[in-house]
């Protein structure tokens, strides 16, 4: 995928404007998708679905889900467990490897990109994590450049760990810093202060990994101008490939809730806010040499290309390993049970794993929501009674300077289009939708 800034002459951007294109901001892919949901069809079991398939040489990519953290950050709601898992983890792991790759379609398939995801996956030993990535060679055909992804923590991850698992084939962190500014880390319930992180990440980086970035975390109660700043000002002294800027979303349940929950309210004046340290961060990116890669994602396109990402929103089959990992296979979608117990009874028999099947035009629609995260809408994607009706809403979206035409059938994104990427999406995928 190319990145979308280089379609786009001039990031300069617009005044926030309190004509509001949707009345709340939808923050999420999940949202985008939501449309899609009648084409879900029923269950059937993973060995039913996958007997007589045969694997095309399409990439594919492989999640692997790691749902342990050491301490629970305070924004969040995800898949996860505190803690650090035992060797009884990779075991686990590995033995999934052994059972899912008896599958012929699996075992066939070739893997273009492997994603350690969680949770948090360094709080994997080193020697676990050599285990894991020394099995995922032996059992699956990953091709000579696969992409090699680990998310993890600044607290659980030393020289000596990047430095291993390096040799065995990662080839890309992310690293969860959120912010560095002091205030922002306590209140995130992120583990030691800014000087601390920001020291350690040039540390890692010094050991010339090129493909190392990090998440950024904009919009947090009271969060001031100069503490954007601080934050701004470490990535271009890092020399990161790239960061992924969310907004922070505040879920019920989550501890930042009980104090905060009404920041998640969205009102003109929240938004205007969250539109002002949005267009900041993307001003100052694209001034130190980042491009939008999607659209919560500034890379240096020479050095971060997000290929994991890139498979999935092209509808590439995703392996999903791991308590707790979600992914998609032939149509078909899977959610691995999160208690280790009814993951362990799950590799028993994994042909009796159950997933959710989907029809037509499922895929062809997540692959036109997909190009839409990576900035781009295209007609061709659809089916040919989509396209007149989704073409006249798209002439509203350029009126509502969302949408810039760069084509026959093909718009792209402006600034304001990509913060309100997911509303668009799920805005174009409706209108499809209602034509089948
Ligand atoms: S590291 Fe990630 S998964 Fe773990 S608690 Fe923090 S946000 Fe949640």
Redesign the pocket.
Known sequence: MTPIATDMPDLSMPAFSEDLPYPRRKRSHHDAIMPLQPLCEGTATLGDHLLNRTADSRPRAIYLHIPF?RR??HF?N?R?MKGSPESRYADLLIREMEAVTRIPYVRDGIYGAVYFG???PSTLSTPDLQRILRALKAHFHLTDDVEITLES?LSDLDEDKLRAIMAEGVNRVSL?VQTFHDRGRQLLGRLGEGAWARDHVRRLRALGLDNLGMDLIYHYPLQSDGELALDLDAIAELDLAGFSLYSLMIREKSHLAREYMTHADQTPQTLAREWQLFSRILEAGQRQGFEILELTKMVRPDRDRYRYVALRYQGGDTLPLGAGAGGRLAGMMLMNPLSLEAYARSLEKITDREGMTTRPPYDALYRFIGAIQFGRVELERLPEPARDPVRRRCRQLVERHLLTPVGEDRHILTPKGVFWGNNLAAELAGCAMEQR
């Open positions: 953290c629970i950050c969040c995800m996860r969680g949770g948090t923590s969860g």
